[in-house]
């Protein structure tokens, strides 16, 4: 399995500013991506962090507003810009591993909890 | 248009009561049925892929199993521990993405 981590846990931000979060894998992994929690809702996925180009971004998703970098197979960034309330979120940095039962687990990160103010 | 669907949205269990979560899903060519558990404030838990129709899987106290249509997380004498929000998602066999039902919370009283 993967062991997934990011910075920041939390974080609460003024709106109109953006928001970096780190995601580190402790493993080199190819597929990787972003998914955002709503409050109360379940997970959507933002993007695909692609290594060495541009992210695959989902319908409703625009990289304007969450931009990622993938430098290397072990971590990527996502950035919230420009925040407004409704950005309010658990972001979730999520990898596909093999794993000891089967060609396809997929693991989540504890997540980033931003609140905008 | 894949669906993931959840039934029931709210589960109170006493302990030790067996009982099971429901996940229907209407996906083309499902290349994987999975399982998260999430507490609070945390991110989901990987707890099982499944990947074909009659396929079981256990880990303590959790048994989920696989048809064509739905899968099923049957919980075996809960304890409190077992609270949490238990998360099934839907892989088509032509991408990675994953499409998550509502959740079932499960609440389980001492």
């Known amino acids: 399995s993967a062991v997934i981590s990011q910075k920041p846990s939390r974080d609460i931000c003024q709106r109109g500013t953006s928001l970096t979060i780190q995601c580190q894998v402790d493993?080199?992994?190819?597929?990787m991506f972003w998914y955002r929690q709503q409050p109360g809702q379940s997970l959507t996925l933002i993007a695909t962090?692609?290594?060495?180009?541009?992210?695959?971004?989902e319908s409703g998703f625009v990289i304007d507003k969450f931009p990622i970098s993938r430098p290397n197979l072990t971590f990527s960034t996502l950035t919230v810009s420009n925040m407004s309330p409704e950005d309010s979120s658990i972001y979730l940095c999520?990898?596909?591993?093999?794993?000891?039962?089967?060609?396809?687990?997929?693991?989540f990160g504890p997540g980033t909890r931003l609140t905008v103010t | 248009e894949d669906q993931v669907t959840q039934s029931p949205e709210a589960l109170r269990l006493q302990e030790g009561e067996s009982s099971s979560l429901n996940c229907s899903y209407t996906?083309?060519?499902?290349?994987?049925l999975f399982w998260y558990r999430q507490d609070p404030g945390k991110g989901p838990e990987f707890l099982f892929t499944?990947?074909?129709a009659g396929e079981e899987k256990e880990k303590e106290r959790l048994k989920a199993t696989l048809t064509k249509k739905e899968s099923f997380l049957h919980i075996t004498a809960p304890k409190p521990e077992d609270s949490a929000t238990y998360l099934c998602?839907?892989?088509?066999?032509?991408?990675?993405?994953?499409?998550f039902g509502a959740g079932t919370t499960v609440t389980v009283r001492a």
């Open positions: 493993s080199q992994v190819t597929m």
């Open positions: 998602a839907a892989r088509r066999s032509n991408d990675y993405k994953l499409s």
């Open positions: 999520s990898v596909v591993s093999s794993g000891r039962e089967g060609p396809y687990e997929q693991y």
């Open positions: 996906v083309s060519g499902l290349r994987g």
């Open positions: 962090a692609n290594q060495g180009s541009e992210a695959t971004y």
């Open positions: 499944l990947y074909s």
